[in-house]
C-alpha cells in the first residue's frame, strides 16, 4: 500500500547560507521576503539582423558595475542554440559553489507559445528551460531572481505551474512584445536605480515609470506568492464537494488497478482513499517541501513562511 499512500498527489498542481556575506540583499516588501545576489548574468541569443538589448543593456548599466558597486559582477554571454543556453545554465549551477557565485539572471530573447527562439531559429521549450532553472534555483538556495526580456514569458510561469519544483525565486516581466528601444530605455532604469537605491520596489517603480497602459507594464511574481495561489486553486478544485468525489472516484479506479488492492474489494479501496484525501493539509505540507526544496534547504520556511489557513483564506494574494 506504499503506492496509495502517494497516489493522491500525483496530479499536477496547475496554477541562511554561506553567501550571505559575498551578497548584496533587496527586500520585496510585498513578499516579506528578500533575494540575494552577488553577479548579474546577461545571456543574450538574439539574430544577427536584430537590434541587441542584451549587449545595449550591458554596456549601458552593468558592464563597470564592480568598479562601481563592489563586490557585484557581471557579465555578458552571447549565445547561437538552444544546446548552448542549456550548457551555458549548467556551467553557473557549477559556478556557484567553486566561485561563490550567485546570479541575478537576465535573458534577453525572442519567445513564443513553444519556447524561447535562440539566434540560429531553434527553440529552448519552456518545460526544459523550467528544468534547468529548478537546478539552478536550488543551486542557490532559493536566491534565483530571473528578468526575462523575452515576449511570452508567461508560458514559463505556465509550465511552472506543475509545482514538481520552483524555478525561481522571483521573476521579472512583462505579458506584451515592447520594442527594443523601450525594453533598452526601461532596463536603464530599472538597474540604475535597482543598484543606487538597494531598493528592489523602486526599480520596479521605475521600469513602469510613464508607462500608463497597465498591459505595458513589467511584474514581479514571487515563488511564494504563485505556490500560494496554486495551491489555493488546486483546495478550491479539488478538495471540496463534487470536485472532491469526482477525484476521490478516480483514485479508487487507479489504485484497483493493483491486484492486492483489487483483490481486497471496491470498498476498502474507496475508504483508504478516503482516509488519504480527508486532510488537504498533507498535500499542501508535501506540494510546500517539493518546490520549495525543502529537504535540501532546510530553514526555508524560516526566510519564506507559509500558513496553511492563510493560504486556504487568500491571505497571500
Known sequence: MVALGKLGRLENLNYTNAFVEYAVKHYWDFMEASSVFNHVTVIESLPESDSK????IYDDRLLHLNSIYPPLTSELIQLTSSEEFVECLRSLCLRIESERSIPLLHIECHGDKDGLQMGDGSHLPWNRLKNELINLNRATRFNLLLVVGACNGAYLIDTASHMDGAPF??????ECE??????KQRFSNFYKVLFESGDANKAMDSINENVSD???HFM???ARRFFAEGFRAYFQQYCRGKPKKARTELLVSRVLQDAKVKKLGIKFARNEVKKHLANPKDDFEFFRNRFFFAD???NIFERLPLDYEKVINGSYA
Open 220 to 222: 514581479f511574481l514571487g
Open 53 to 56: 538589448t542584451g549587449q545595449w
Open 296 to 298: 535540501d534547504i532546510p
Open 169 to 174: 525565486f522571483g521573476v521579472i516581466g512583462a
Open 214 to 216: 497597465e498591459s505595458r
Open 178 to 183: 515592447l520594442h527594443p528601444e523601450e525594453l
